[in-house]
């Protein structure tokens, strides 16, 4: 962005935003003086103690950079390199870790399920598992979920409960993508146990980043022994952070009084708005539910091209296409409205004899 281009708030991800005050004024607070390196300094205890109030249960907790680095570490910890991970088709493990996973599992194959709504159910799984049991086929080992999936929908406690029975019978671990897994607790009103650990979910990386926090993304074990020597796996992978009160101490900022839900039901609320707002614009389809914080639909290309032009970012490739309109813990109502206000406008007076194409490039703008 040069110098003298305007800052706005965008939809077009919720990484985009800043450090909530909250998370700020903890990592400010940290800042102080000398801390044990590597972990054993007090903003990382607090950290993980605060993480293990949220859920409620002894579960082992470390912290990495971000969440690539989570899920692929997590899921490489739960089996060999022979072995398989069964996800959504479009889940982040998938599709936007440039094969992380497979290279940090040392050859795990990602195998990939179709479903609706952006999430995995239990006949794919099994049919996913029997397709073949042969030594020609990687085993397969683990099944991952993302909450809230890519596309911005939550599995209910009851699809998760069924997932891991399904699981169970199969013998296969569980994983959980929880890059929007504050989302999904706002959306859902649940406690955080309730679609974890009591939903059979092994591992969970817990996003912070998306919520307010500076970076890095927390990996719960709530199978403690799968955390065997993974202080090592971060190790080895870079992901040990010398400095590491600066990864846990906006942890600290969003996890006292409820400010990690307050924001994530405030995101929640502004994809609400922007939700309700398209609803009512013919040319806007909207792809699926609003539950988390997103809202995806199919805009008529030229008007794509038109709020690019008007300085608008958002991305038009993320699960199955459409535009992925995403709110963030500090997007205020005027950000929508004025969102809209542009749409509305540029669907009357952009020109649309626009190619196609020029609306679907992977780049922002
Ligand atoms: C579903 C999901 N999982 C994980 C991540 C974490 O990715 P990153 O490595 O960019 O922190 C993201 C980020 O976009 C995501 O959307």
């Known amino acids: 962005m040069s110098a003298n281009q305007e800052v706005r708030r965008h939809f077009a991800s919720d990484n985009y935003a800043g450090i909530c005050p909250e998370a700020w004024a903890a990592l400010q607070e940290a800042n102080q003086g000398h801390a044990v390196s590597y972990g054993e300094d007090v903003w990382t205890a607090r950290a993980a103690d605060l993480i293990r109030e949220v859920f409620e249960m002894e579960c082992e ?21 022979y072995h398989s991970i069964l996800c959504h088709e479009i889940a982040h493990v998938e599709t936007d870790e440039c094969g992380a996973p497979e290279f940090f599992s040392n050859g795990m194959k990602v195998l990939q399920l179709p479903g609706p709504n952006g999430k995995i159910a ?40 069924a997932i891991w029975a399904k699981t169970k019978q199969l013998g296969l671990s569980l994983h959980m993508d929880g890059a929007r897994f504050a989302n999904a607790v706002a959306f859902l009103g649940v406690k955080p146990k309730e679609i974890t650990w009591q939903a059979g979910v092994d591992v969970l990386c817990f996003g912070g980043t998306k919520n307010g926090g500076a970076a890095g993304d927390a990996v719960v074990f709530f199978d403690r022994d799968l955390a065997h ?19 846990a101490a906006p942890w600290v900022g969003l996890l006292k009084d409820g400010v990690w839900l307050r924001h994530a039901a405030h995101a929640n609320a502004m994809a609400q708005l922007l939700h309700d707002e398209l609803a009512q614009i013919p040319e806007a389809r909207i792809l699926f539910p609003r539950q988390a914080n997103s809202v995806f639909a199919d805009l008529p290309p030229y008007v794509i091209v038109a709020l690019r032009q008007a300085g608008w ?51 922002l703008h």
């Not at 598992?129 to 596309?151: F, G």
């Not at 020597?229 to 590491?244: I, N, P």
């Open 61 to 81: 907790v470390f912290f990495v950079f971000n969440g690539t680095a989570a899920n692929s570490l997590s899921l490489a910890s739960l089996g060999q390199s």
């Open 313 to 363: 970012l958002f991305y038009t490739f993320i699960g199955e296409g459409g535009c992925r309109l995403m709110c963030a813990w500090d997007t205020q109502e005027q950000d929508v409205r004025r969102f809209v206000a542009d749409l509305k406008r540029l669907l009357v007076e952009a020109p649309k004899d626009v190619p196609i194409a020029a609306a679907n490039h992977r780049k």
């Open 122 to 161: 239990p006949a794919g799984i099994e049919r996913m598992v029997k397709k073949r049991s042969d030594i020609h086929y990687p085993k397969p080992r683990a099944v991952s979920v993302t909450q809230a999936t890519e596309v911005g929908t939550v599995y209910a406690i009851e699809e998760l409960k």
């Open 229 to 247: 020597e993974f202080d090592y796996r971060c190790k080895q992978a870079g992901q040990l952070a010398s400095k590491m009160r600066f990864l």
